[in-house]
């Protein structure tokens, strides 16, 4: 019975992305069949002020300096989730590309707003990120563990999962120590037994939607390929250990001696 899910689990999903695009690519099809959907995007600000220069991502989605991106991607976004029949929330925050490394916020900066919106939503399952690689992706992630941890001792605590971040888990390693990361925090990523409708057509007209991104996608993260492919999406539940195997965290690997 391990990776089952009880009756009700998956009644209200929150899908926690860090940017408008990854919801769609990383979890679109434990979205796509279950209409109680929020997908809450924590990097959906617009800055300031745009920077003078328009970034080599940008560019490449056709934008020039002056130009308003967060409204366009903003739109772009909703006609996405419209299509896999979610709704959205979008956080304030402003993509790393905007803001200098100085002035960029911590997670414990994002977890209150974040769990202020989980909290009005009032899931029964919550699916971060694994967040890797990208600095929003690893914000967001840390930021989620911070709102899981305050909410983990509620009555109607929803369950915790972590989506692969699409593209980035194909980097040497880093999908391996993400997972390593929180065993040793205590909480054991394991693959679950989560229903889903696998529909590369619903799947691939979501991604579509964000046309301001999808050249860069393809420039950087072998968009096409990875589609044609049928890359599998993977949802790791995110649960301390079972009673009594706590030890197997400080254990050594016995077959390496």
């Known amino acids: 019975m391990w990776g089952a899910l009880e009756d009700g689990a998956l009644d209200r999903i929150v899908v926690v992305s860090p940017h408008f695009d990854d919801a769609a690519l990383g979890a679109a099809h434990v979205i796509g069949p279950h209409p109680a959907c929020t997908v809450v995007t924590v990097m959906g600000g617009r800055p300031d002020v745009y920077p003078t220069e328009v970034s080599e991502w940008d560019a490449a989605g056709g934008f020039q300096a002056g130009d308003d991106i967060v409204a366009v991607r903003r739109e772009e976004d909703g006609e996405a989730m419209a299509l896999l029949g979610a709704g959205t929330e979008w956080l304030e925050f402003v993509d790393h590309q905007y803001v200098e490394p100085v002035r960029r916020p911590a997670p414990a900066d994002v977890a209150p707003v974040l769990e202020r919106a989980v909290r009005d939503i009032g899931p029964t399952a919550v699916f971060l990120p ?128």
């Open 130 to 257: 694994m967040g890797l690689a990208n600095p929003d992706h690893g914000l967001t992630h840390a930021a989620g563990l911070l709102v899981r941890d305050a909410l983990a001792a509620g009555p109607d605590a929803p369950l915790w999962f972590a989506y692969e971040d699409a593209g980035y888990k194909h980097l040497p390693g880093l999908l391996a120590w993400r997972i390593s990361t929180l065993f040793r925090r205590g909480l054991w990523p394991t693959p679950s037994v989560v229903p889903m409708q696998v529909d590369m057509a619903a799947k691939r007209a979501a991604i579509a939607c964000y046309a301001s991104q999808v050249a860069a996608l393809e420039r950087e993260h072998l968009l096409a390929e990875r589609l044609d492919a049928n890359v599998p999406e993977q949802y790791w539940r995110l649960d301390p250990p079972p009673e009594g195997w706590e030890a197997l965290s400080s254990l050594d690997d016995p077959d390496a001696r």
